[in-house]
């Protein structure tokens, strides 16, 4: 124990007894070890859930040409460009031919793309249900993307309303489906959490 000398006012002829960092730390291991229950219900009041994955660092698609992908990305979204460099040589020792550009987000993660001329890759217009990109802007972006896509003459449909978040959706070169989605508030009686898990194990039940 860490003796504390000082007399505030008011104590006159006492020494106060204070508890070291290492005392404080022996004494609720040595509860905690007890009562296992209560380091839970401890850690949930008073930190953040640790999640081993910290972010989306970069996702990663192929592209037909870099230079219409660019156009896309940097001036129409607005997302700069941040990182180019060749491959000449696979990790296997393999020679190729590509080049890998990054596109970043606010928060620093980044949108990837390969152009990779002598590798045959199905280019098609995508589904919806089979590959988008949705990314979070304001409301008020939401409505300026929207008017500019259609001035743009790229193809653009919405706004959806999908209950927690609203939505727009573009196509880039490459054929992707780019969402650009605001978040909205929702009603405090709903748990979004539960309820994904409800809704998953009813089509779990009824899909097998």
């Known amino acids: 124990m860490a003796r504390y000398r000082e007399n505030p ?23 905690t070890n007890f009562t296992p229950h209560l380091t839970l219900r401890y850690r949930a009041r008073n930190k953040k859930v640790r999640y081993m994955i910290k972010g989306l660092h970069h996702n990663a698609y192929r592209c037909r040409n870099s230079e219409e992908t660019r156009a896309f990305y940097e001036d129409f979204l607005g997302l700069p460009l941040v990182r180019a460099f060749g491959i000449e040589e696979s990790k296997t020792g393999r020679e190729t031919e590509a080049l890998h550009t990054f596109y970043q ?4 993660s980044a949108l990837a793309f390969f152009e990779v001329p002598d590798m045959p890759f199905e280019f098609k217009t995508q589904h919806d249900y089979d590959l988008h990109i949705a990314l979070e802007v304001t409301m008020d972006d939401l409505l300026a993307m929207f008017e500019k896509g259609k001035q743009s003459c790229i193809e653009t449909r919405g706004i959806a309303d999908h209950g ?5 959706y573009f196509r880039d070169p490459n054929g992707y489906v780019i969402e650009l989605t605001a978040p909205v508030e929702e009603s405090d009686s709903i748990n979004p959490k539960k309820s994904a898990h409800d809704v998953l194990k009813k089509w779990s039940d009824k899909h097998g």
């Open 9 to 31: 006012a008011g104590i006159q002829g006492k020494t106060l007894s204070l508890p070291t960092k290492a005392h404080i730390k022996y004494s609720f291991e040595h509860l």
């Open 105 to 108: 987000l606010d928060d620093g």
């Open 164 to 168: 927690f978040i609203k939505s727009i």
